[in-house]
């Protein structure tokens, strides 16, 4: 059951105008991840991820992260469209995020852009903006979109989504 759309302000997009499949573009808004006072990681070179019902995920080249924050997290995922990803864990100082970074170390075709690149939730750090605006994680504990004012929902991911 697919929900009703959200109205669209001028200059949003709506997340249900999104492909299914998914797809992966070159983006290039400020991208930036803070935490403890510390740059995580700062881009205006990311590749973003639009799908059907889901705000955009923004996966940073590596060159983008602060050096020595992150650590291979155990576990692994399948999505049939980008392949298996690995996931990370960042470090700060003695501060651990379990899993809250992921990647696609071999995609698939479609997806080749996106190998070695990193997205991160957004939840767990102080702050992630994109050109300066703080996001909104995407709801639920799985997804890993970055809500901002330029996507109208409803987003994928509350109660009640799963069959969207």
């Keep these: 059951m697919r929900p009703s759309r959200d109205p669209v302000s001028s200059g949003q997009r709506s997340v249900w105008d999104f492909p299914r499949p998914a797809v992966a573009e070159p983006c ?13 990681a700062e881009t205006r070179a990311s590749i973003c991820t639009f799908e059907t019902s889901h705000p955009p995920s923004y996966y940073i080249p590596p060159d983008a992260i602060a050096p020595g924050v992150l650590r291979r997290a155990s576990g692994s995922s399948f999505c049939e469209w980008k392949g298996a990803a690995t996931y990370w864990d960042v470090v700060v100082g003695e501060e651990v995020l379990p899993r809250v970074g992921w990647s696609y170390p071999s995609p698939t075709a479609s997806f080749a852009a996106l190998r070695d690149h990193v997205a991160f939730y957004a939840g767990p750090f102080d702050r992630c903006t994109v050109d300066g605006e703080t996001v909104v994680p995407q709801p639920g504990a799985f997804y890993g979109g970055w809500i901002t004012s330029a996507y109208a929902g409803p987003f994928k991911g509350g109660p009640g989504s799963m069959g969207w």
């Design 28 to 40: 290039h808004a400020h991208v930036r991840i803070e935490h403890c006072g510390i740059i995580i």
